[in-house]
């Protein structure tokens, strides 16, 4: 891809805070390509980071034809920049593109394009463990004009932000409300892909259950309403009795995520049973009841790892292990984040250097 580079020069740019918080600040750059039929991609620029024209017609304000994706390039303990599995995500990109009947990129260019923004802005990675800087690429309908209800302009945007670790050293656990009017897909929905309409899981994060202290909210099957899928943004692992961590089947509602296959990798290679089933709230909250469900955690690509010390559910209370982190969330985070910032092996070939 010819990508023409419009840079700021060193005394316009900003400069990353030492102290990050999550989705406060952006970097200088951003990368645009335009598609059309005629011209298919094209125009591929990394120019100063700016506001878009924003065209009251364009077809995304009046669709879900949009698509977002999520990965982060950080330090490793000599200091290099890496990315954590780019390629898978690059290709989820185009699942969920093909899904939303809007045109794929050719994966090793997206990946190009990657790669010289964060290039370009390398002084926005932060350079202390657990910071990132998080990249976000988006594609979204454009046209004014619809053809047959279609839109045939497309617009890929990459924009990329610092932020801090979750937790400042200790792993913190959270608290999850399980939401029991709300669902979050719909049966052959769009659930399992990375589109705007999938995210409404964050809208319900509502000033009351903020109040009430829960940070994530718990979404159950769109049909039955009784089996667990997903916390927000995030993967969802109980473990039973210490040793066996159980995650909710994939049931055509949940998106693939890259975090989660790790995990699916790293637990029995850490010595740990893992399986994938159908998980139903009843069962789990009697597990957590009765002690039989020794841990519970999340993951994805932000935090890695995060415990999950208490959910509610219909006015009640469940503390699982004294809302302390466990050993198998601790084992697993350790694991993860050695790998990427270098301390330990990558057996699995998951690190990207820039
Ligand atoms: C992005 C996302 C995740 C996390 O996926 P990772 O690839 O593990 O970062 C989980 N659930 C939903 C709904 C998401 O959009």
Known sequence: MMIEITSLSPSQRGICPEELYFGETFSDHMFIQHFTLEHSWHNAVICPYQ??????????????????????????????????????????FNRSAKRMLMPEIDESLHLEAIKSLVYLDQDWVPDKQGAFLLIRQIMIAASTKLYHGSSRDYSHYIITR?????????LIPISVFVADEYRRAVKDGNGE?????????????????????????????PVEGRYIENVGEINIYFVYEGKHVVTPVQNGNILPCIIHDSILKLAPALGYEISE??????????????????????????????P???????????????????????????????????????KFGWVVPL
């Open 277 to 306: 089933q159908c998980l139903d709230i009843d069962d789990v909250l009697a597990g957590i009841d009765s002690g039989k469900i020794t841990e519970a955690f999340g993951s994805g690509t932000a935090a890695d790892i995060l």
């Open 51 to 92: 506001s878009l024209p924003l065209e009251p017609f364009a077809a995304f304000l009046h669709s879900n034809q949009k698509i977002l994706e999520g990965l982060k390039a950080y330090r490793n303990v000599n200091g290099d920049i890496n990315l954590f599995r780019p390629e898978d995500n690059v290709k989820r």
């Open 308 to 346: 999950v010390g208490k959910f509610e559910f219909k006015g009640k209370e469940y503390v699982i292990n004294n809302n302390k982190t466990g050993d198998v969330a601790r084992e697993l985070y350790n694991e993860l984040t050695g790998i990427q910032y270098g301390t330990r092996e990558d």
């Open 162 to 170: 610092p932020a801090g670790s979750y937790f400042k050293g200790e």
């Open 193 to 221: 892909f990375k589109t705007g309409g999938s995210h409404m899981p964050s809208i319900l994060n509502s000033e009351e259950v903020i109040q009430l202290g829960y940070s994530q909210v718990l979404l159950l099957d």
